[in-house]
Structures are given as structure tokens and as C-alpha cells.
């Protein structure tokens, strides 16, 4: 059916998506590279973007949620599929009847999942902290583990053993190397099983953060791997659009939108566009933040609401512009990144605060 009625939507260029998995698999080699698409991977809609990544030779997916994996495994019907929450014993008949792979973050997670492998093996990942604080064994459970493993692993197979860093988004951060060394003493006390440190950000850090799995989300859809440190190597995979649903001259001092926040210094040409913070245009970009119309950049003007936001187009030709012309939130020439800069947030933030309400148009090409 025509949705050329449609007033905002989202675009997911799936051959960014590819072409950014592809990058990923260069920078890694000879790792494998995961998809991580917990959370609708990231808001663009699991899917439709898991099984492109199937497509391109991605093999092992990351959810949080059982759910998620629940959904995604019709999908992928011979895909590894980890699931980080773990395997706590509601999830245990599910993980099974879905052939999901927890990824075990306590003794007594492995404890009760070694239990459920009598007469029968099971796969399972291993999540070793190492400096996170969030899940994962901590270093006292780590040395009872090691201490009897074959005891406590009895009827597992291990599929993974992992750990997750903090601040692989910042190559500065001397964090980084502190958990590698603490990872590679971890790995020294277990039985031998394929390691995974590396998400975006770590792929970028150097060979040693590789291992044999690298568990790449945000780049995968666009995101800078280390916002501020050069160019981003990914290509755009998500552009917000709206239309313009009505353009308005306005004389200086006029107020624009709630509380009226923007005054005119000047008599100014807005336009008001179909997007607002409930399709994920965040309030803070109010008076802030920047769209892209015609190939420019314009200035968000007043507050953002509901289903609205007021950009200043005086700048752009009268010839170049009209009602019903689709403007830019977030794309190639006003980035995700820049937005997230703007909003005071992150790029994950933007991408999975994407109204549920915006439609997802899924185009082929990069
Ligand atoms: C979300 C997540 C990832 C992916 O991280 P990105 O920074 O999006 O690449 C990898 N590993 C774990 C444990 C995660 O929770």
C-alpha cells in the first residue's frame, strides 16, 4: 500500500548496516564478528536487521532479554544466540525450547543450569567480571570456579567465555588495559573455550582486545565506536525524517511554541515539523539542537513538543522549499553523534528512544 501519506519516518539503510558489519569483519580478522541487536537492535527493528546480518555471514547474536531471543530465534534458525540476562530458573524451560545460549553471570546461575544438564548436555557463556560491577563472577567466584570446574561446569559445554569493558569508547582510558590483563588472567584459570572482550569501541582499541569473538551494537547502526576521536568509520544506517506541515513568516518578537522560550530578534520563515519528542526528538534540543533541510543545516527554534518541532528556515531559498518537503533530524549531514553531543546523551539513548510510533522504511542500498 502507498505510504506516501506518512508524516515522519524512520530510514534504515541496511546496506550500511552490511557495509558497517563488513568493516567490522576487516578490522577484526581473524575474529568473528557478533551482532549485537538487543533492545530491536538498537530501535531499527531486530526483524529486519538480524537476518540481513545472517545474510552477510553473521552466525552469533546478542540479546538482553529472553524475550528478545524468543523472537528473534524463528528468524535465525541456526544462529547462536546468547542471551546476557542469564539463566535465571524462571528462564531455564524457555531457554531451552528456544535453544538460546545464556550467558551465566553467577555460581548459582551455573550451579542450577549444570543441574538442568543431567542427561543432556547444554551450551552456556560465561561472564567474568572484570571491573565493570554490573553482572558477572566476581574475582572470589571466579577462584572457586577455577578451583573446581569440572565440578561446577559438569554437563556444560562452554560456548564463551566473556567479559565486558567500560570505557572502550575512550582510547585514553587506562581501564581498558587494567580489564584485558584482568580478562587474560581469567582465561588462564578456566578450560580452554573461545573468549570475547571486544564490543564497538574495543574493536578499535588494537589486535590484543580482539580474542575470538568481538560483540560490535552501535557501530553496526551508525554509531562513532569512540565519539571525538576522528572520523566515524561507519556509515549512516538511520535518518529521521519529517515533513513540513505548515511553513510561517514571523515578525520580530514573535514567540514561538510552549513558554514561549524563542523570541524573534528578526523576521524569520519557520517551519513546523511533523516530529516531536514522541517520536524521539529529545525536549533538550530545544532552542539547541539542528535539523538539515535542502542540504543545510537550521536551528531547532522554541520548544520541542509532543508532535512538533519549529525549525528557522529563513536562510533557505523560498524556491528551495515547501510544505510537505521532508526535514532531517538525524542523517548523514546532522549526525547521530552530533545530536547525541547536543541532547547531553549518547548515541544508544537517541537510537532506542525512537518513538514506537515512527514507522521504519528498510532500504536496500547504503
Ligand atoms: C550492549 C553490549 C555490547 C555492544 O556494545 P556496543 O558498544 O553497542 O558495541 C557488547 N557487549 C555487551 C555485554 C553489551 O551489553
Known amino acids: 500500500m502507498n505510504t506516501d501519506y506518512e508524516a515522519s519516518w524512520l530510514t534504515v539503510r541496511l546496506g550500511?548496516?552490511?557495509?558497517?558489519?563488513?568493516?567490522f569483519q576487516s578490522l577484526a580478522a581473524p575474529a568473528a564478528v557478533a551482532g549485537v541487536v538487543k533492545a530491536d537492535a538498537y530501535g531499527l527493528g531486530a526483524a529486519m536487521v538480524a537476518p540481513r546480518?545472517?545474510?552477510?555471514g553473521c552466525g552469533t547474536f546478542f540479546v538482553a532479554r529472553l524475550e528478545e531471543g524468543i523472537a528473534l530465534r524463528p528468524l535465525l534458525p541456526t544462529a547462536r544466540i546468547f542471551v546476557f540476562d542469564g539463566a535465571a530458573p524462571e528462564a531455564v524451560p524457555a531457554l531451552i525450547a528456544h535453544r538460546l545460549t545464556p550467558v551465566l553471570n553467577s555460581l548459582n546461575e551455573i550451579a542450577h543450569w549444570s543441574r538442568c544438564a543431567t542427561g543432556r548436555r547444554l551450551d552456556a557463556a560465561l561472564h567474568i567480571d572484570t571491573g565493570m560491577n554490573?553482572?558477572?563472577?566476581?574475582?572470589?567466584?571466579?577462584?572457586?570456579l577455577a578451583a573446581s570446574w569440572r565440578k561446577r561446569l559438569a554437563g556444560l559445554d562452554l560456548a564463551l567465555v566473556l567479559s565486558h569493558l567500560a570505557s572502550s569508547d575512550d582510547p585514553k582510558s587506562r581501564q581498558n588495559r587494567d580489564q584485558l590483563s584482568r580478562f587474560r588472567t581469567a582465561l588462564a584459570m578456566l578450560p580452554p573455550a573461545p573468549a570475547s572482550l571486544a564490543p564497538s569501541g574495543g574493536i578499535l582499541l588494537g589486535k590484543e582486545f580482539l580474542f575470538d569473538l568481538v560483540r560490535p551494537g552501535i557501530g553496526l547502526y551508525g554509531g562513532h565506536p569512540q565519539p571525538g576521536t576522528g572520523p566515524n568509520p561507519m556509515q549512516t544506517a538511520a535518518v529521521l525524517s519529517g515533513r513540513i506541515l505548515q511553513l510561517r513568516r514571523i515578525d520580530k518578537g514573535e514567540s514561538v511554541g510552549y513558554a514561549a522560550t524563542f523570541r524573534a530578534k528578526r523576521p524569520s520563515m519557520l517551519a513546523t515539523v511533523a516530529l516531536g519528542y514522541a517520536d524521539g526528538v529529545r525536549r533538550s534540543l530545544s532552542n539547541r539542537g539542528m535539523a538539515a533541510v535542502a542540504g543545510r543545516r537550521v536551528k531547532i527554534v522554541g520548544r520541542v513538543s509532543m508532535d512538533m518541532v519549529s525549525v528557522d528556515v529563513s536562510a533557505i531559498a523560498k524556491t528551495r522549499i515547501k510544505t510537505g518537503d521532508a526535514v532531517e533530524f538525524i542523517g548523514d549531514t546532522v549526525t547521530l553523534d552530533d545530536v547525541a553531543e547536543t541532547a547531553g546523551t549518547n548515541a544508544y539513548e537517541i537510537l532506542t528512544g525512537l518513538g514506537r510510533r515512527l514507522p521504519r522504511?528498510?532500504?536496500?542500498?547504503?
Open 53 to 56: 546480518l545472517a545474510a552477510a
Open 134 to 144: 554490573r553482572l558477572g563472577l566476581s574475582p572470589a567466584e571466579l577462584s572457586d
Open 16 to 23: 550500511a548496516v552490511t557495509a558497517n558489519y563488513k568493516t
Open 361 to 366: 522504511r528498510y532500504r536496500e542500498g547504503a
